[in-house]
T-cell receptor, first 116, second 114 residues
Framework: AQKITQTQPGMFVQEKEAVTLDCTYDTSDPSYGLFWYKQPSSGEMIFLIYQGSYDQQNATEGRYSLNFQKARKSANLVISASQLGDSAMYFCAMRGISGSARQLTFGSGTQLTVLP | EAGVVQSPRYKIIEKKQPVAFWCNPISGHNTLYWYRQNLGQGPELLIRYENEEAVDDSQLPKDRFSAERLKGVDSTLKIQPAELGDSAVYLC????????????FGEGSRLTVL
């Protein structure tokens, strides 16, 4: 079984500052992928970034980077130079490669508020 | 390119009434998912289709929920009869076989059961 844990229900960050959203995971799959999604108040889930378990380098997409520490089973999202539009719910998710593990399993989310 | 389309966006019904949600995935996406998201929580998978075959429906409450994807394209999720606890947002997503295989979500259908 897969499990995603996000321990920060809410986070605040000042505009233009960087923020780290925590995510830890547990799986028995030897190969898996880790995802971060953003959900604004409109409700749509927006894909942000992906990290494969065998990728040697941490993933980056613009202002988003994923701090992947495989031994610690953590996949933290770092948002640099926060903008007001970054205020949203952020979900960490993972997917394995076999059977039911191929579904995307989500954490409980972190509500990020960017302060002006 | 059109995204995942869901309808209706909002639905309010009384308990014991039936309700249906429709989803049209991104063209060419062979995998379709239905998720349920309760307020303040992450989405939870209800059912996953690979083309027209339901390959993972272990979390679908089969006594009242049903789903179909007859031609491997659009899909319908039905609840009959609805209960108060079914109030949630029902999200449809689709994906294609790529290296990352990220899911693309629709805007969701918000159900309120009174």
């Amino acid at each position: 079984a897969q499990k995603i844990t996000q321990t920060q229900p809410g986070m605040f960050v000042q505009e233009k500052e960087a923020v780290t959203l925590d995510c830890t995971y547990d799986t028995s799959d030897p190969s898996y992928g880790l995802f971060w999604y953003k959900q604004p108040s409109s409700g749509e889930m927006i894909f942000l970034i992906y990290q494969g378990s065998y990728d040697q380098q941490n993933a980056t997409e613009g202002r988003y980077s994923l701090n992947f520490q495989k031994a610690r089973k953590s996949a933290n999202l770092v948002i640099s130079a926060s903008q007001l539009g970054d205020s949203a719910m952020y979900f960490c998710a993972m997917r394995g490669i076999s059977g039911s593990a191929r579904q995307l399993t989500f954490g409980s989310g972190t509500q990020l508020t960017v302060l002006p | 390119e059109a995204g995942v389309v869901q309808s209706p966006r909002y639905k309010i019904i009384e308990k014991k009434q039936p309700v249906a949600f429709w989803c049209n995935p991104i063209s060419g996406h062979n995998t379709l998912y239905w998720y349920r998201q309760n307020l303040g929580q992450g989405p939870e998978l209800l059912i996953r289709y690979e083309n027209e075959e339901a390959v993972d429906d272990s979390q679908l409450p089969k006594d009242r929920f049903s789903a179909e994807r007859l031609k491997g394209v659009d899909s319908t999720l039905k609840i009959q009869p609805a209960e108060l606890g079914d109030s949630a947002v029902y999200l449809c997503a689709s994906s294609f076989y790529t290296n990352t295989g990220e899911l693309f979500f629709g805007e969701g259908s918000r159900l309120t059961v009174l």
